[in-house]
């Protein structure tokens, strides 16, 4: 096994509510689960190739909960990205080199059912994890934004995390707001102002890297 480590951002926005139940072993609010998500890799290594400065991003679809399997997934990988760098993110992404069910890649690798060919473009991203903010845009295939919970009364920025001591993709993420849309390609997804995840990682090979 080729061991990985990166540190990075995300924003993942799927179609529960703010909380998300499935961060809390209960069931998706809408029986199903969609989602995307985004990542940019600030610093990290998959054996001696490394993966600074690149991007990666997904669409997902479970029917049921995600344990249940019958998942569908789309994955975008930078384009920047070399031979050995492509093939480097796929692994991570596709749950090699990973300790079984260490990092959520190796977790809903396990449940998906149809894999669509992966897709090497330009992947536009960007996010502020403390500001709750970011948006994901994938020409011809899909765009999210996200921004912090307002007050339904005051219009105010309001703020919350959940923690996971024993997560296997973070340990504190702070939620916000999400929306996304497919703009083409072989999986269609919509959903607005549903649960939107910021979060900084820390993975590698054997799961979460603990602080």
């Not at 991203?125 to 921004?147: K, Q």
């Not at 999400?178 to 054997?206: C, D, I, K, W």
Request: charged letters at 20%.
């Amino acid at each position: 096994m080729t061991h990985w480590e990166f540190k990075g951002r995300e924003l993942v926005n799927c179609t529960c509510e703010y909380g998300c139940n499935c961060q809390f072993n209960a069931l998706p609010d809408k029986g199903h689960c969609h989602a995307v998500a985004g990542i940019q890799i600030d610093e990290g290594h998959h054996g001696e190739t490394r993966l600074d400065g690149l991007r990666i991003g997904a669409i997902f679809k479970w029917p049921g909960a995600i344990h249940e399997g019958n998942g569908e997934a789309l994955a975008f990988v930078d384009k920047r990205a070399d031979e050995a760098q492509r093939d480097a993110l796929l692994r991570i992404m596709t749950g090699q080199d990973t300790d079984p069910f260490a990092t959520m890649f190796a977790v809903y690798a396990s449940t998906i059912t149809t894999m669509h060919a992966p897709v090497f473009t330009d992947i536009d991203f960007e996010v502020d994890v403390e500001g709750r903010r970011g948006r994901l845009s994938v020409s011809g295939y899909v765009e999210m934004t996200g921004e912090p919970i307002r007050n339904k009364v005051s219009g105010e920025e309001s703020r919350a995390q959940i923690v996971l001591p024993a997560g296997f993709e973070y340990e504190v993420a702070d939620i916000g707001s999400a929306s996304s849309r497919t703009t083409g390609g072989p999986m269609q997804v919509e959903f607005g102002n549903s649960y939107g995840q910021f979060a900084n990682l820390h993975l590698s090979s054997h799961g979460v890297v603990r602080s």
